[in-house]
């Protein structure tokens, strides 16, 4: 029996907050590994990757390279439409019954979990772990708006303490756009590929 964590996201592009949180999941959670896994189309954003589904998971794979236990997986975009993460759960637990499943992800997610599609089987299903920015007390039981507080109890004794880490994707389309630099923000070998492929940039 294993144990594994799930980083679900546009990643487009994949940036060093990413890398950042999947480094302190390693770090904090008892998982053998991290999978990214790029979504095909987020039902809570209101637009599209901007990059092709081609061009995010080689992104991700160049970010990756140098930790063993990062992978990406393309299962979102292969069985594409909209990405539910109770699906993604769900098809998981069925290619890997014996593993315990961590979902990671950010304070964000945690307080709207209640809106996703079925939330309470998504707790069912992995243990749902949110980081939160250093300095920020975890949110209270209540806070979640679930009925079940055993449900919203659980998920609060899951909440770790994330890095601090201020990126974002349009950050960096925007700077991409504007012809600004982004070597702070995504790894060199993103960067790069950003560059040759010509990623982001206005027209």
């Not at 294993?2 to 008892?30: C, E, N, Q």
């Not at 809570?44 to 901007?50: G, H, I, Q």
């Not at 209640?114 to 209270?140: D, H, S, T, Y």
């Not at 974002?168 to 700077?175: G, K, L, N, Q, Y």
């Amino acid at each position: 029996m294993g144990a594994t964590a799930l980083l679900g996201g546009s990643f487009d592009p994949v940036h060093r907050g990413h890398i950042a949180m999947a480094k302190a999941a390693l770090r904090l959670l008892p998982v053998d590994g991290l999978v990214f896994i790029p979504t095909a189309f987020s039902p809570l954003k209101d637009e599209k990757a901007r990059a092709t589904d081609a061009d995010r998971l080689a992104m991700l794979r160049l970010a990756v390279a140098d930790e063993p236990r990062f992978s990406v997986t393309d299962m979102e975009i292969t069985r594409g439409g909209v990405s539910y993460t109770v699906d993604t759960l769900r098809e998981w637990r069925r290619l890997h019954p014996a593993d315990e499943i961590f979902f990671i992800a950010g304070m964000d997610s945690l307080l709207t979990l209640r809106k996703w599609r079925e939330p309470l089987e998504i707790v069912n299903l992995c243990r749902f772990v949110a980081f939160r920015r250093p300095g920020i007390p975890p949110p209270r039981a209540e806070d979640l708006g679930f009925e079940d507080m055993a449900v919203a109890r659980r998920l609060v004794s899951d909440v770790v303490e994330g890095p601090m880490c201020d990126v974002s994707s349009s950050e960096i389309r925007r700077r991409v756009a504007a012809g600004e630099v982004i070597a702070d923000l995504v790894t060199p070998e993103v960067g790069g590929y950003i560059a040759d492929k010509g990623l982001y940039r206005k027209g």
